[in-house]
């Protein structure tokens, strides 16, 4: 439903009017205008609203939806060398990551946009109807292009079930969006930081091994469809447009600016993630795709920017607000720092500290597990800590520090390591709960919020990719020199002839204690083996070391960032920005259509 139109008077006629004049030091300031578009300011909510069979299952519904869309494709990442074992092998299964990464980078715009303007019901219950048949497909899959196919068809799909964060944020009262989050942090635990544990045990201990990943997410997905098509009515297309037609919105809609942002960002990413995996950083392949798709988002820009579109895919004017864009790059930045521990971590576990099989699983599972921890504590505490700009320049700078500080980490101390591991992510988490609520928060008018906290997520997506290519780079570069310098003269010092110093390199790559190659490759003894595993120790520890340390360069950004992160404690009202509808057709459904109709005309 339309807001109060802003004017000469808004900032008196809201509780959480901002007054963009106050100095950055009142408690009360934050530098963003003021916010409209509450529903709850339209038409008071009805007497046990909350407590509605309506609302809780609405919850309800988005908590199973987070639960599935983490786990379509986490429980099956640790995996994916047992999967193409089973049905490949293939050359394509890198393709299984690639496509949910590039669809969910996409999709949440689109799913945001779309849904601010064409209204949210049945794109969400037609997502968990995708993610349905898409977890059919890849539990089913004879081969790794099926699967493939699957997989694709769940990222479009978590497009909609990770937009939790506006879904369920303007459902309640501004003051509870940080708890709300953190509500919904908490259905993540199983599948985010538990995930490698689990897939572990499937694979093991199961007939159906990997394809138990895909039979939970089924279930789940069933369960959070039933309770969409139950109890999830938010408001319709029309009480969202007034007179405005879906003929009319459809034909004003931005079809330009969303193939250029679709095909630019699809394009781009793909640079990226091939880059050193399926093609040399110096290849064509590489170079290609990085400009053309860098070159078309940047058309998009100017598009978006000049063009008289009607109905654009992304209103610039969110770029102008202060509070968002900080949000927004701080948001980047905690993911861009949590993605070098999730990819660097389990490495340096297995190589350095010798995990394995289950140790290696629940090593794994310290990252993703300690950055739930602090989502769901910063959501739970935000509210009552206050001073938002403060409490984020704070979990910035200490999560980077703590992260940074692993590069002191010993191949003789792993419980130091993890120490560290455990507080650092546990603060970016909390930087991460708290700014994701910030991207929602700070607007002019939480009509937009879907597009806001959408378009937030797909450069978040763009810039942890971003930062995942330079920390594989930097680990790979490393690598190859501390080898070099470390592990060759080691070897050829302990009698190992130069011929086999390849074999016995690409031995001790593929992991273990290096045992195997005794005999197998020739001049190599159980001595010479110990030697060369060391050294090897020392190498790897080394290179993940500067990993580490070019970790600093973001959280840096981070922390100067943080220096314009928003106060949104003035934003903390009772304002709801949508109400959940009885069901379609009953009483209050098409009465408050009729009210906006008339009040439009």
């Known amino acids: 439903m339309p807001g109060p139109t802003p004017g000469k008077n808004a900032v008196d006629a809201k509780p959480s009017a901002i007054h963009d004049d106050l100095p950055l030091d009142n408690p009360n300031a934050v530098d963003m205008p003021t916010m409209t578009g509450f529903e709850s300011d339209e038409r008071p909510l009805r007497p046990g609203y909350y407590r509605s069979a309506y609302f809780l299952g609405s919850m309800l519904s988005v908590g199973l939806g987070v639960m599935a869309g983490v786990g379509g494709f986490a429980l099956a990442a640790p995996l994916l060398g047992v999967i193409n074992a089973d049905i490949g092998p293939s050359e394509n299964i890198t393709w299984v990551s690639l496509t949910y990464t590039l669809t969910l980078a996409v999709g949440l715009l689109l799913v945001g946009r779309l849904t601010d303007i064409f209204g949210r019901r049945w794109f969400f219950i037609g997502g968990q109807l995708l993610a349905l048949v898409g977890c059919v497909v890849s539990a089913t899959a004879k081969s790794v292009n099926v699967l493939i196919g699957g997989i694709t068809i769940i990222g479009i799909a978590?497009?909609?079930?990770?937009?939790?964060?506006?879904?369920?944020?303007?459902?309640?009262?501004?003051?509870?969006?940080?708890?709300?989050?953190?509500?919904?942090?908490?259905?993540?635990?199983?599948?985010?930081?538990?995930?490698?544990?689990?897939?572990?045990?499937?694979?093991?201990?199961?007939?159906?091994?990997?394809?138990?990943?895909?039979?939970?997410?089924?279930?789940?997905?069933?369960?959070?469809l039933a309770s969409y098509l139950a109890f999830y009515h938010p408001p319709t297309f029309n009480m969202l447009n007034g007179r405005r037609s879906r003929a009319t919105m459809v034909k004003n809609f931005d079809y330009v600016g969303t193939v250029l942002f679709t095909g630019g960002m699809v394009v781009f990413l793909l640079g990226l993630s091939w880059g050193g995996n399926l093609y040399p950083w110096s290849s064509a392949a590489v170079i290609a795709t990085i400009v053309v798709g860098a070159v078309t988002l940047m058309a998009f820009g100017l598009y978006e920017a000049y063009m008289p579109i009607q109905e654009p895919l992304v209103p610039m004017h969110i770029f102008r607000n202060k509070g968002w864009t900080a949000s927004t790059v701080l948001l980047s930045v905690g993911a861009s720092v949590y993605y070098a521990f999730s990819i660097v971590w389990p490495q340096m576990a297995s190589t350095v500290y010798g995990a394995s099989g289950m140790r290696l699983g629940w090593m794994s599972c310290i990252v993703p597990g300690a950055i739930t921890l602090?989502?769901?504590?910063?959501?739970?505490?935000?509210?009552?800590?206050?001073?938002?700009?403060?409490?984020?320049?704070?979990?910035?700078?200490?999560?980077?520090?703590?992260?940074?500080?692993?590069?002191?980490?010993?191949?003789?101390?792993?419980?130091?390591?993890?120490?560290?591991?455990?507080?650092?992510?546990?603060?970016?988490?909390?930087?991460?709960?708290?700014?994701?609520?910030?991207?929602?928060?700070?607007?002019?008018?939480?009509?937009?919020?879907?597009?806001?906290?959408?378009?937030a997520g797909s450069v978040r997506s763009a810039i942890s990719t971003l930062a995942t290519t330079i920390y594989t780079v930097v680990l790979s570069n490393r690598l190859k020199s501390t080898i070099s310098n470390i592990v060759v003269p080691a070897i050829l010092a302990a009698g190992l002839l130069s011929s086999s110093v390849k074999a016995l390199l690409a031995g001790l790559a593929a992991g273990g204690d290096g045992s195997a190659m005794v005999g197998v490759v020739p001049g190599a003894t159980q001595a010479i083996v110990n030697i060369a595993r060391d050294a090897y120790k020392d190498a790897s520890l080394s290179a993940f070391k500067t990993v580490f340390l070019t970790s600093i360069a973001f959280t840096g950004i981070g922390m100067v960032v943080s220096l314009w992160a928003p106060n949104v404690q003035p934003l903390m009202t009772d304002q709801v920005a949508v109400l959940i509808l009885k069901k379609r057709g009953g009483e209050g459904d098409k009465a408050a259509e009729n009210v906006v109709v008339k009040e439009d005309v």
Not at 187 to 213: D, E, H, K, N, V
Not at 399 to 417: K, M, R, W
Not at 431 to 454: H, P, R, W, Y
């Open 158 to 224: 978590a497009s909609t079930q990770l937009s939790f964060s506006f879904i369920l944020g303007e459902l309640i009262p501004m003051k509870w969006r940080f708890l709300g989050n953190a509500y919904l942090y908490v259905y993540a635990i199983p599948f985010s930081g538990l995930a490698p544990i689990i897939s572990q045990s499937f694979a093991t201990r199961t007939a159906a091994g990997w394809r138990w990943c895909f039979y939970v997410m089924i279930i789940l997905n069933g369960l959070s």
């Open 374 to 455: 602090g989502q769901i504590t910063g959501g739970v505490l935000a509210k009552w800590i206050g001073h938002t700009k403060y409490q984020t320049m704070f979990v910035i700078t200490t999560g980077g520090a703590l992260l940074a500080a692993v590069a002191a980490a010993s191949p003789d101390n792993v419980n130091i390591a993890i120490g560290l591991l455990i507080c650092g992510c546990f603060f970016i988490g909390w930087n991460e709960s708290v700014t994701l609520v910030f991207a929602g928060m700070c607007l002019t008018d939480q009509k937009e919020i879907g597009t806001a906290v959408g378009l």
